[in-house]
Nanobody, 120 residues
Framework: QVQHAESGGGLVQPGDSLRLSCVIS????????MAWYRQSPGKEREWVAA???????DLEASVKGRFTCSRDYAKNTVYLQMDSLKPEDTGVYYC??????????????WGRGTQVTVSS
C-alpha cells in the first residue's frame, strides 16, 4: 500500500520556523515529483508547495518567501522548511505525489499528516 510518512510538525509561536519531512513510500518509484498540502481548520485541503524530480520548486502565493521545498535523493525524502510562520499556516500538512499538468491533483491515498499549530 502506498503511504507517505509526514513528520516534524508542532506547536510554535508566530515568527518561528519548522521543517517538515516526508519519507516517500517504498511502494512507488524513488524520488518522484511530490507536493505538500495542508488542511486548515474549517477549510478544504489545499496545495502549498511542490518539487519536481530534478528539484524545481513551486510555491503557493501566500507562502512564497517564507517556505522552501527541498529533497534528499539518497533518503528518498522531501522537506518543507517553513519560516516566519503565521497563525494562518495552522493545519495538518500532508505530502503526496501529484499528476503533472493537472493543478497538483494528488495521486496516492493520504497519509496521517503532521499537525502544525502557530499560536501565541
Amino acid at each position: 500500500q502506498v503511504q507517505h510518512a509526514e513528520s516534524g510538525g508542532g506547536l510554535v509561536q508566530p515568527g518561528d520556523s519548522l521543517r517538515l519531512s516526508c519519507v516517500i513510500s517504498e511502494a512507488v518509484d524513488r524520488n518522484p515529483a511530490m507536493a505538500w498540502y495542508r488542511q486548515s481548520p474549517g477549510k478544504e485541503r489545499e496545495w502549498v508547495a511542490a518539487i519536481t524530480r530534478p528539484g524545481t520548486t513551486d510555491l503557493e502565493a501566500s507562502v512564497k518567501g517564507r517556505f522552501t521545498c527541498s529533497r534528499d535523493y539518497a533518503k528518498n525524502t522531501v522537506y518543507l522548511q517553513m519560516d516566519s510562520l503565521k497563525p494562518e499556516d495552522t493545519g495538518v500538512y500532508y505530502c503526496n505525489r501529484y499528476y503533472a499538468g493537472i493543478g497538483y491533483q494528488p495521486v496516492d491515498p493520504w497519509g496521517r499528516g503532521t499537525q502544525v499549530t502557530v499560536s501565541s
